[in-house]
């Protein structure tokens, strides 16, 4: 089984920084892509930023110049450092994974809980 834990939502005065993190545990056997989707109320999931094949990054135009991901390989976790926030930056931000879980197969998606991030204005 696998698992995506993300941590380090929150409220937030615009302006300000948040910095999110997401491990994954349990039985991976490579990471083809790790990153970030937002949801806000009403709205479709989005992509945030992602990590997909080698060291390519992917960042949504709008947070481009302000959220910066990163990742430690070797604790399978990622991170996504979030400045100049913005009201519009509201929403649930999910972590997501495309792994596969052995040398066999067993590639999928996999998605973490969510965690909240609210900027106020």
């Known amino acids: 089984q696998v698992q995506l834990v993300e941590s380090g939502g929150g409220l937030v005065q615009a302006g300000g920084s948040l910095r999110l993190s997401c491990a994954a545990s349990?039985?991976?056997?490579?990471?083809?892509?790790m990153g970030w989707y937002r949801q806000a109320p009403g709205k479709q999931r989005e992509l945030v930023a992602i990590?997909?094949?080698?060291?390519?990054?992917n960042y949504a135009d709008s947070v481009k110049g302000r959220f910066t991901i990163s990742r430690d390989n070797a604790k399978n976790t990622v991170y996504l450092q979030m400045a100049s926030l913005k009201p519009e930056d509201t929403a649930v931000y999910y972590c997501?994974?495309?792994?596969?879980?052995?040398?066999?197969?067993?590639?999928?998606?996999?998605w973490g809980q969510g965690t909240q991030v609210t900027v106020s204005s």
């Open positions: 997501y994974a495309d792994l596969r879980r052995s040398i066999w197969g067993g590639r999928g998606d996999y």
């Open positions: 349990g039985s991976i056997y490579s990471i083809n892509a």
């Open positions: 990590f997909t094949s080698g060291d390519s990054t």
